[in-house]
């Protein structure tokens, strides 16, 4: 049973305009949220997270919301570019021992179209 | 900074063949892990090791093994491999404390193919 789930396998964008990228997780020991990026025949790379303390944070063109209520987190891009055109994993992890494995979605691939 | 190193980037075995997947970090981070991604099944724990000297399995250990050879250090083996192994696999590390413990670096995959 998936824990983390990423409902949207593929999203098109135009450039200049905002992407958005939705996760669910089940498991209410989940604390900490990430995103990764990753492009073909490349390994992911890390590109931003949230604790649960917080309901949203903000790197750059890059916002990652946190409704733990509705166990929901958005990533948002904007302005959407043609390099962002890769495949996004949400990922989620506890706090303590076993827990802070990390639990992945199966991921979003975004098209970003000039 | 070369971060995670795996090697090989690429392999083809036969049924039956064995093999070790490399895997170094310089990072000094404490724990890694070991991925396989397979189309439509995302990113599965293969084995981690959270400390020198410990390991453990993941979500799919079937057919695997694994040695923390040293902090740096971190190896997959196939002892007899299978088609249903045909996969990218990742190394990746993570730091056990502080603000950046739940990060995971990874490194650029091992695309290997079973005949």
């Known amino acids: 049973d998936q824990q983390v789930k990423q409902n949207s396998p593929s999203l098109s964008v135009q450039e200049g305009r905002i992407s958005i990228l939705n996760c669910d997780y089940t498991?209410?020991?989940?604390?900490?949220f990430l995103w990764y990026k990753k492009y073909p025949a490349e390994g992911p790379t890390f590109l931003i997270s949230i604790s649960s303390i917080k309901d949203k944070n903000e790197d750059g063109r890059f916002t990652v919301f946190l409704n733990k209520s509705a166990k929901h987190l958005s990533l948002h891009i904007v302005p959407s570019q043609p390099g962002d055109s890769a495949v996004y994993f949400c990922?989620?992890?506890?706090?303590?021992?076993?827990?802070?494995?990390?639990?992945w979605g199966l991921g979003t691939s975004l098209a970003v179209n000039p | 900074n070369a971060g995670v190193t795996q090697t090989p980037k690429f392999q083809v075995l036969k049924t039956g063949q064995s093999m070790t997947l490399q895997c170094a970090q310089d990072?000094?981070?404490?724990?890694m892990y070991w991925y396989r991604q397979d189309p439509g099944m995302g990113l599965r724990l293969i084995y981690y090791?959270?400390?020198?000297?410990?390991?453990d399995k993941g979500e799919v250990p079937n057919g695997y093994n694994v040695s923390r050879l040293n902090k740096r250090e971190f190896s997959l083996r196939l002892e007899s491999a299978a088609p249903s192994q045909t996969s990218v696999y990742f190394c990746?590390?993570?730091?056990?404390?502080?603000?950046?413990?739940?990060?995971?670096?990874f490194g650029a995959g091992t695309r290997l193919s079973v005949l």
């Open positions: 990922a989620a992890s506890g706090s303590a021992g076993n827990n802070r494995k990390l639990i």
């Open positions: 990072m000094n981070h404490n724990s």
């Open positions: 090791s959270a400390s020198e000297g410990t390991t």
């Open positions: 990746a590390s993570s730091e056990v404390r502080g603000p950046a413990k739940n990060i995971q670096y």
């Open positions: 498991n209410s020991m989940f604390d900490y």
